[in-house]
């Protein structure tokens, strides 16, 4: 398929889901209240104790939470089209001519910008309770914070066409997110953890996006881990969009 | 002239206890402007067979030439000319009609002027108008399944498959929706195939019926035709027709064809 259709039907997809997200407040606000909880009731605690790691320790906590917003969030995306699947949208719109991957990414591109934007109010958060970091850091945070929603949705969404029942997603889900969360060092740094348990969470790929962004928000760009947490990302997103699609594009009885 | 036919078409699940087969060899062939009724038992084989006519299910066997595109190699075209209406519909319950009308022509690759005039012109055209603007779910149950059957018919397709489009609705409402599907076909010359369990729906409005079961047609003809060769006469109820060529009644053996 050429280009431009694939484009205008992502709008389409995209446009049709953004709408669902603005009717719903809710929904716009729902996703950065546990972060948010963190920042203000475990972030106080972690000011004065050493975390191993230059800078303050809102630089540390504030990138593990702008990844904690994305997990949680994009990981549960596949809820929605388990409702939709029950009432039937999601078959209509396969039986039309529009493009596998726009169904796809249309809904994964509103993901990413509702939780960007969660982000930007979470970051705006912290920095009333004192966090300072470069612009481009807390950019670069951003640009992480959307491929890392991209891959998990994709994935989300993937999962759901298969599970199709809120009993075996849910679940499913939460044995993922939750050994995620712990192993990539999303609330304190693994330079802290023991060997065995440091070495463990190298096998972890969120662990490289969690200290890329921190290495982001130290003002330093030209590193290796900012090479590994961008390869890791991009590899993920690549490989997660890319099963979401075959999926869209097969998903049978 | 032929606007569906298959060949051997199948279909055969993989479950735990084995292989299922659903639908295990269907030649069918439909002429363009004719209303299909496909009538079979729960279980026969009607939504698996309708599923993979309108791409959303791979066969596992045989072929299929919709509307001059070849199911397996060309899913595009077949998706380009058909509207397809699911049992369960297949709206947003929080979105207004015209929103989902709108979305579902520019699906098709119409221009959101078009979409919108056709909105206009089907909800005139199928009594919804004044409706436009009303969230789908505060619909009754005649006015969501025509939008249904709207939402089928935005693209002006050659053939409309309407899977069991009366379930649900009130005498009144399927008298409506019968006198609706007739007059898709005098006005547009829209192929129908439609799927039911009401005998009664199939006599009034197919000018065929196929009847299915374990998977394989086991008869096919007009109502009278199938009446007269089945239970007795052009005037037998249909329904001892259907009894008699599933053999789920105490009807003559020899009557009933071998289902294998």
Redesign the interface.
Known sequence: MTIA?LLS?TA?IFG?YA??TL?SKFQILFGVLMPLLYLLFFGPLLTGMPLGSRGSSWQVLVPGLLLQLALFGASFAGFAVII?S????V????????SRLALLLGRVLRDSALFVFQAVLLVLAALVMGLRAPLAGILIGFAFVALLTLSLASLSYALAMKVRTPQGFGPAINAMAMPSMLLSGLMLPMTLAPGWLNVLSHFMPFRYLVDAVRSAYLGSYATTTMLYGGLVAAGFAVFAVTVGTRVFR?A?? | MAIISTAGLARTFRSKAGPVEAVRGIDLTVRAGEILGFLGPNGAGKTTTLRMLTTLLPPTGGAATVAGHDLLRDPAGVRRACGYVAQSGGVDPNISVREELVTQGRLYRLTKPQAALRARELTNDLGLHGLLDRKTSTLSGGQRRRLDIAMGLMHRPEVLFLDEPTTGLDPGSRADLWDLVRRIRADHGTTVFLTTHYLDEADALADRLVIVDKGVIVADGTPADLKSRYAGGPDAPLQDAFLAITGRSAAPQDSAPVAV
Request: hydrophobic share 30%; glycine share 8%.
């Open positions: 259709p039907d389409l049709r709408r669902q009717r939709e029950n009432w039937g949208v078959e209509r719109m396969r039986v039309t001519p529009v097969t049978g009885a």
